[in-house]
């Protein structure tokens, strides 16, 4: 019975594994072919507010980004076969149990070097993105001394937050019984609220600059947008964006009285203040629609469906054997269960992507229409117009690849919509 489960669960995987790099691969390449085919010419639609030149650049970019991206995904899916079914990490477990001895600290150790491994995986990506592609089309405006800076930052912040949450998980999983799943996840759920108000005010200053807006006629212009829509926010506020990249961007952060509006000084730097106003009626949008509460108790319900499964998955000897680990006998298998689970739920739920994506585009029409109603059809068309050209994101996605992976509609799409009849 064990012996069976465990070579269903290796073929299941291995077939979602590739199933899943298959249907990326054709993707990716119909995207590529698709862009590339619509380079020629402006679409009819953008032919009065789109040069051919940065409509070209918007091709090659995409281009460019996706073509690396399947290197990514090839080199993705032989580490996460290294990790599993080819035994990188029993052999990880192993060794740090042959060193440190079962116990916490064992665990924590496995969970620690995972992450450090798989980080320096991805170094070489991180930064051919960064230097390479981001750098050949003008958007990086980073030094590497910045870059490494900011890898020593994030190391240190992931490990002070990291290894504590860690901890107090594997210590749930082992000293509440049964029900461990049921605490894990309270404390998983707790941690991630933490996060969403701390990260506004104590994590991201350590990146960048933030300081009140001071331009006091776009103050007192989205100020009035905010009344009008009924939001009170703690504070407008100015980041340097320009000191990584040329992209622009505004965003809207934190809960109840401490919400407060980000602009970029990128964005600032290339909308007009109706643009502006546009962009965060957008943001306000979002939160008229309760975008952010239903996304909020989407991750709720999902986790706990997550730790449920993990909670029986763990207790099973297939679920390790099945994925290319020998649990250890002498109890203490839940840093094993944690990573493998982690690693192997994308494999199998990536199939939902394009369900995902469909209510993420839906909630954009949305926060568009309540911009329309709330300031200008025209200042939120010229803005998204403007960003789409900033960013070089393409005016001729392929269709289908627009349906698994697209968050945000393509920008015909959301024009159409912005239109007046
Ligand atoms: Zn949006």
Redesign the pocket.
């Known amino acids: 019975m064990q012996a069976n489960a465990s070579s269903t669960l290796t073929l299941a995987f291995a077939a979602f594994l590739l199933a899943g790099l298959a249907v990326k691969f054709w993707l990716a390449t119909r995207q590529i072919r698709h862009v590339a085919g619509h380079r020629g010419s402006v679409p009819p639609m953008f032919q009065s507010t789109v040069s051919l030149p940065a409509h070209q650049k918007a091709a090659d970019y995409t281009v460019a980004k996706t073509r690396f991206g399947l290197l990514e995904l090839a080199f993705g899916a032989a580490v996460l076969l290294g990790w599993t079914l080819l035994g990188g990490l029993d052999a990880l477990n192993r060794w740090l149990l042959a060193w440190l001895g079962p116990g916490m600290t064992q665990q924590l150790a496995l969970m620690g070097a995972f992450a450090v491994i798989g980080g320096l995986l991805e170094l070489p990506f991180a930064l051919y993105q960064t230097f390479v592609i981001e750098e050949r089309f003008g958007f990086n405006k980073m030094s590497l001394k910045l870059w490494l800076a900011d890898l020593a930052k994030s190391t240190v912040i992931g490990a002070v937050i990291g290894l504590p949450i860690a901890a107090l998980i594997l210590w749930l999983m082992g000293a509440t019984g049964r029900y461990w799943w049921l605490w894990a996840w309270g404390a998983w759920m707790a941690f991630n609220l933490l996060l969403l108000v701390i990260y506004p005010t104590f994590i991201a200053p350590l990146f960048n600059k933030f300081r009140p807006l001071e331009d006091e006629s776009l103050k007192a212009r989205v100020t009035a947008l905010m009344q009008r829509c009924g939001f009170a926010a703690k504070g407008l506020f100015v980041m340097d964006g320009s000191k990584r990249s040329a992209h622009a961007n505004a965003y809207f952060t934190g809960f109840g009285a401490a919400k407060r509006v980000v602009f970029y000084d990128t964005l600032l730097a290339k909308l007009s203040p109706g643009e502006v106003d546009a962009v965060l009626a957008?943001?306000l949008?979002?939160y008229k629609h309760k975008h952010i509460l239903k996304r909020i108790a989407a991750l709720f319900a999902l986790s706990l469906a997550g730790f449920a499964l993990l909670g029986w998955l763990s207790t099973q000897v297939w679920f390790y054997t099945g994925l290319g680990v020998r649990p250890n006998l002498d109890g203490g298998n839940d840093a094993l269960a944690l990573l493998l689970f982690l690693m192997a739920v994308p494999v199998f739920t990536f199939f939902l992507s394009p369900l995902m994506a469909l209510v993420s585009r839906r909630?954009?029409f949305q926060?568009?229409a309540y911009a329309v109603q709330q300031t200008s059809g025209q200042d939120l068309s010229s803005a998204l117009l403007k960003l789409y050209e900033d960013n070089a994101s393409t005016l001729t996605p392929d269709p289908v690849f627009v349906k698994f992976y697209y968050s945000?509609p393509p920008a015909s799409e959301r024009l159409a919509r912005m239109a007046p009849a």
């Open positions: 957008h943001e949008g979002h909630h954009e926060a568009d945000h």
